[in-house]
Nanobody, 122 residues
């Protein structure tokens, strides 16, 4: 059973860098057919896809956040990380990590972490 767990600070000051890690257990982040994604949900709003890293370490970021976002991985820890630079209060959200299944037939998120609230405030 694959499980994901987010970790990182719950409070970040404006203009600083938000850094979160997602630890994966029960499976490997290098397994074929799986990508590893970050999604966020601002208070009172819907889910927003942030980006993903593939099993071969290629990355994708949504255009609106691309200039400020980096997703990387540490295969020795079976962990992938999110960095979001120059944050503003608009980046306040519950951040989720999730597994993205990619096949010829479909692409979908099948396993989620519990989410972690990150507040951007001075």
């Amino acid at each position: 059973q694959v499980q994901l767990q987010e970790s990182g600070p719950g409070l970040v000051k404006p203009s600083q860098t938000l850094s979160l890690a997602c630890s994966v257990s029960g499976g490997s982040i290098t397994d074929t057919y799986y990508y590893w994604a970050w999604i966020r949900q601002p208070p009172g709003k819907g889910l927003e896809f942030v980006g993903h890293i593939t099993h071969s370490a290629n990355t994708y970021y949504v255009p609106a956040l691309k200039s400020r976002t980096s997703i990387s991985r540490d295969t020795s820890k079976n962990q992938f990380t999110l960095q979001l630079r120059s944050v503003t209060p608009e980046d306040t959200a519950v951040y989720y990590c999730a597994r993205l299944v990619v096949t010829v037939e479909a692409v979908y998120l099948d396993v989620w972490g519990q989410g972690t609230l990150v507040t951007v405030s001075s």
